[in-house]
């Protein structure tokens, strides 16, 4: 808090400054206490961009409010999971990438959240599987196939339609603003570039879960006053994923990318 201090007395950009508060860190020791206060949260900002990092490693969940308003003080966390680089394999690319960005390898071995653990509490917190929740997201497959594997606890399903049969149940609601931007002109690229080309401001470092969570649901809601006069067609766009099916219902009709697309992963 000292440091803390001191850096306060620097004049830093808005964004530094606010960013341990807005993003709070989640480790084993604090899990319980921050997902009693998610329960709460969640009852007034039922709106949650989601991103995962290196999926299994690090979640960021943002919440909202249909007017883009945020909760006081905190708005986003970050789990960060147990994982052991030496048991587990890995893409050293991504490996190269965490490090870079500033994932701590050994504290998740030492202090990480146990998955099953969080599973248990995701499930009993309002999160998931209530229709009122509305998921934000950016071509968001993977991570949503780490989702439903952690919290069915099983392998995911190898036909298509039942995995969105699966994801309709716990995710209801969901807006990729990786699809939405194929009807907005002139958007292009990686959830970065988006942000620049909507001149939003980045809280949090880049390739972070909690940072890209936190930026994906401001495009989100700049995107829909921008480009959809604030009112989303849900026929048109919920429960479709970029890059995957049909999306969540058989009345939702063209395909939202190829499976190129999909292999090509999602860029930032």
């Known amino acids: 808090t000292t440091l803390a201090h001191f850096g306060n007395l620097f004049k830093m950009p808005a964004a530094e400054e606010d960013h341990s508060q807005i993003i709070r860190e989640v480790w084993a020791n604090n899990l319980e206490e921050e997902m009693r ?6 009852q007034k900002y039922n709106y949650i961009a989601m991103d995962t990092e290196f999926p299994g490693v690090v979640l960021g969940l943002t919440f909202m409010n249909e007017k883009n308003q945020y909760p006081p003080g905190t708005s986003t966390w970050q789990f960060n999971f147990k994982f052991n680089l030496t048991e587990d394999m890995y893409s050293q690319d991504s490996i ?40 934000l997201s950016f071509h968001s497959g993977y991570d949503f196939g780490y989702l439903i594997k952690l919290l069915t606890h099983s392998r995911l399903p190898e036909e298509e339609q ?11 609601a969901i807006y990729d603003v990786k699809y939405l931007m194929k009807s907005c002109k002139n ?4 959830l970065q570039e988006v942000a620049e080309q909507l001149e939003l401001e980045r809280i949090g470092r880049q390739h972070q879960a909690g940072s890209d969570s936190l930026l994906t649901g401001m495009a989100f809601f ?10 989303i067609d849900d026929t048109k766009y919920c429960g479709h994923l970029y890059g995957l099916g049909s999306g969540l219902t058989n009345n939702h009709n063209g395909t939202a990318g190829t499976s190129e697309e999909e292999t090509n992963s999602k860029q930032h």
């Open 37 to 42: 206060r998610i329960r709460l949260i969640i």
């Open 96 to 135: 190269d990438l965490l490090r870079t960005s500033g994932l701590q390898f050994k504290k998740h071995e030492e202090e990480g959240i146990e998955t099953s653990y969080f599973a248990e509490l995701l499930m009993t917190s309002g999160v998931v599987l209530c229709d009122n929740v509305k998921w």
């Open 162 to 172: 039942e995995f969105f049969d699966i994801l309709h149940l716990f995710f209801p």
């Open 187 to 190: 958007l292009k690229g990686g």
């Open 222 to 231: 700049r995107m829909r006053e921008l480009f959809f006069e604030d009112n």
